[in-house]
């Protein structure tokens, strides 16, 4: 009689192993990489279910649904890794709505040789990212493609949420007179980034703001159910997100320099690397748009909440047919605060 | 930021502006040049016009190292990251500057060309240590500043024994451009560019000193103020200018005593002097065939000159027909006055290389400026 015990398996090397095609191939490997590091690590009544879907009840509400893809290199930096980012991101866009999100989806694209200890990294910050937000990940998707056809990992998310009763935020509300307001300082994700990229490492204990806002947006609407829109400055930085605004409202707006909160190290960084900070990106910032009246009250609930502390008012939004973003330099004079023309480069000389 | 927000104070700027207003003699004009591309930036990112009065005009020149550069030479480095195996490297705005047949390094690039973005040339020798397989070119432009750290990068190549680096060298020289802008017949005929003094560049004068300027100085009477990048050293040069052309004086000054002397950077110059030569002459973009205006490998360094090991000819193409950039660059036109200034020529559709370094005219007047050409009501309260 065999010693072999029947449903023996040799549990995944998470120490020394790497993801090769079997691990996407629909075989064991992929079920075992699946049960021992992503259902054990997210664990939770929908994955215990097994099924290739989620079934959970729908609150009352109006419903709403964002995805974000999450490519980030490198995929660990201060502050961070892609991770944790992929949970902060797509909480994020849901909750810019004013919703409160109710559960995440998470797909994973894998590139052969990638060492499964990195991964299992990058499943854990995801999991205690997702822990510590409240909001689960219930289903989810692995891909295996070959060495060279990707860069380690990539994550994209879609989460769902539901948007309290008497909540209307949106990206075309702003109307000339209303306020502009900022959570933080700016440009502390895109700065964190660049100081790993490989040519151009440069010491700071600047970190990643990744953070999840959905707390700090519910004690907004409660302050202040009635605020106009809300967005999260993520790719091409505070610049742009003014720019869609006042495009999508069709309107202009006018900041100034001066109450832009840029923490020093952010702005000596972009100075020797001739980036603008208002075009750097964040992971933890939202801009939010108010009626003139609300805005003080809307400011305090903000600075009560931790990750509000650093909120500002900026500016307001004004009547211009041409929906220019202007700005008041701290030095007197006025210029555009244009779209971002392709990727952020630095100057020569 | 030390050493920085001192030179940003916008109520020393007030102050200077006021100056500027009271010495400024109604009845007469200031046209003054800002040649590099570094004060262009400035003056539109900070929005210095607003505090000049109306008889004081700014100019924008030819300082801004992609702007100069001939469709023929970005055409020659595509040909370059063409070849199979070969990584060229180039400092970041050359990658957009618009070539023949609609391409552009960035666009090679996305065709599978290996061409990276590098912050300095070390990183280039470095990328040629970590590839030995693999030929490197680093593709140097620019002007004085950037010249040293490529004579530099040349010079360890030799040490290290790096046979698979070399570079295509681009590199112009300031003093022949103010020449040749001088010495142009739009300038010399009277009435057609007015041209009453320069603001002199800022870092390639920490290399080349106050020296080189004196000539035009003297020669051409036309006074020259050599000012840092800061909004705070361009308004006091301006007001220097004022001042010089006032007293009908036409002299050097040194606004920017904190980096540069008046004899430059000896070692930097020696550098130089080591591994290039004058070339006889060479085309830029907007000013033409200008004489003695670049520099080549020397003979002793051929081994590292990417025209010598890839047999590299040279072609002159013409800019498009529409593109005013050549005007602009001489500071006979402003970017308004090209007629595809923001209709076909944009900073995400360049057709002209004033429209892709940030410190481009057009660039500059697009990003920071545009907004004036349209009446917009503004009326704030915060």
């Known amino acids: 009689m065999s010693n072999v015990r029947e449903d023996y398996v040799r549990p995944v090397d998470f120490r020394h192993g790497r993801v090769d095609m079997t691990h996407g191939g629909g075989g064991r490997a992929m079920a ?21 879907q989620a079934a959970f009840a729908v609150p009352a509400g109006r419903m709403v649904m964002a995805t974000d893809s999450h490519v980030v290199s490198p995929l660990f930096f201060p502050g961070g890794d892609i991770g944790c980012l992929s949970v902060h991101g797509t909480i994020n866009d849901v909750a810019m709505s004013g919703a409160r999100p109710l559960y995440l989806a998470a797909g994973f694209v894998l590139e052969e040789g990638f060492p499964l200890a990195e991964l299992k990294r990058i499943v ?52 000339p007179g209303d306020r502009i307001l900022v959570s933080g300082t700016i440009g502390d994700h895109g700065v964190a980034i660049m100081s790993l990229r490989e040519n151009l490492t440069f010491e700071t204990t600047i970190r990643s703001d990744t953070a999840a806002l959905h707390g700090l947006v519910a004690a907004m609407v409660a302050a202040v159910p009635g605020i106009h829109c809300l967005r999260d400055p993520t790719r091409g930085g505070l610049a742009t997100t003014l720019n869609e605004l006042a495009r999508q409202s069709g309107c202009g707006m006018v900041i ?94 | 930021m030390k050493y920085i ?55 924008h020149g030819p300082g801004c190292p992609v702007c100069v550069l001939p469709i023929g030479r970005i055409d020659n480095a595509i040909e370059l990251a063409a070849r199979p195996g070969l990584v060229l490297c180039t400092y970041a705005d050359t990658m957009r500057v618009p070539a023949s047949k609609g391409l552009s390094l960035l666009k090679a690039k996305a065709r599978g060309a290996d061409v990276r973005m590098v912050y300095s040339s070390a990183d280039a020798i470095r990328i040629a240590q970590e590839n030995p397989d693999r030929d490197v070119v680093f593709f140097a432009i620019g002007f004085e500043t950037t010249t040293p750290p490529t004579a530099v990068a040349i010079l360890q190549a030799r040490s290290l024994g790096l046979a698979n680096f070399s570079v295509f060298c681009n590199h112009v020289l300031t003093p022949s451009a103010i020449a040749n802008i001088l010495e142009s017949k739009e ?32 020669e051409y009477r036309r006074p020259v103020v050599i000012a840092g990048f800061e909004p705070l050293d361009v308004m006091q040069a301006i007001l220097m200018l004022v001042r010089q052309l006032n007293d009908g004086r036409a002299e050097v000054e040194n606004e920017f005593t904190r980096a540069v002397v008046r004899d430059g950077n000896a070692k930097a110059k020696a550098l130089v002097a080591e591994v290039f030569e004058l070339r006889r002459s060479f085309e830029w973009r907007g000013l033409g065939e200008v004489p003695y205006s670049a520099l080549r490998i020397k003979e002793a360094y051929r081994a590292f000159d990417a025209e010598v090991r890839y047999g590299i000819a040279y072609r002159s193409v013409p800019d498009n027909k529409a593109c005013e950039c050549g005007a602009i660059l001489r500071g006979v036109k402003k970017p308004a006055d090209c007629k595809v200034f923001g209709t076909v020529c944009t900073p995400e559709n360049p057709i002209g290389s004033c429209m892709v370094s940030s410190e481009g005219a057009c660039a500059a007047h697009y990003t920071y400026g545009r907004f004036k050409d349209v009446p917009v009501v503004v009326e704030t309260h915060t």
Not at chain 1, 273 to 295: F, M, R, S, T, W
Not at chain 1, 324 to 343: A, I, K, P, Y
Not at chain 2, 10 to 35: K, P, Q
């Open chain 1, 256 to 349: 100034a320099e001066a109450k832009i909160p840029v923490d020093p190290q952010v702005a000596a960084a972009c100075e020797f690397l001739g980036l603008d900070p208002l075009y750097v990106a964040n992971e933890g910032k939202l801009v939010a748009i108010c009626a003139a009246e609300a805005a003080a009250g809307l400011l305090a609930a903000m600075r009560a909440h931790p990750l509000g502390r650093g909120a500002a008012i900026i500016g307001e939004v004004i009547a211009d047919p041409h929906h220019f973003v202007q700005m008041e330099t701290s030095f007197g004079g006025r210029r555009v605060v244009d779209w971002l023309t392709g990727e952020q480069l630095p100057r020569i000389c």
């Open chain 1, 124 to 175: 854990e910050s995801m999991a205690a990212a997702s822990r510590e937000a409240g909001v689960p990940v219930v289903t989810g998707d692995t891909k295996v493609v070959e060495r060279g056809k990707g860069d380690g990992v990539f994550i994209t998310t879609t989460g769902v949420g539901v948007v309290p009763e008497g909540v209307a935020i949106s990206g075309d509300r702003a109307c």
């Open chain 2, 5 to 59: 927000d001192e030179f940003r104070d916008g109520d020393l700027a007030r102050g200077l502006a006021a100056a500027i207003a009271r010495e400024a003699r109604a009845g007469r004009s200031y046209n003054l040049m800002e040649f590099c591309g570094g004060h262009t930036h400035a003056i539109s990112r900070y929005g210095l016009k607003d505090l000049l009065p109306p008889n004081v005009n700014m100019i």
């Open chain 1, 32 to 52: 075992q990489l699946v049960e021992e590091l992503f259902l054990r690590t997210f664990d939770n009544e929908w994955l215990r279910q097994a099924n290739d």
């Open chain 2, 187 to 218: 300038v010399r005929e009277i009435g057609t560019v007015p041209l009453d003094g320069f603001i002199g560049p800022a870092h390639v004068s920490t290399v080349i000193g106050s020296q080189p300027y004196e000539y035009f100085a003297e």
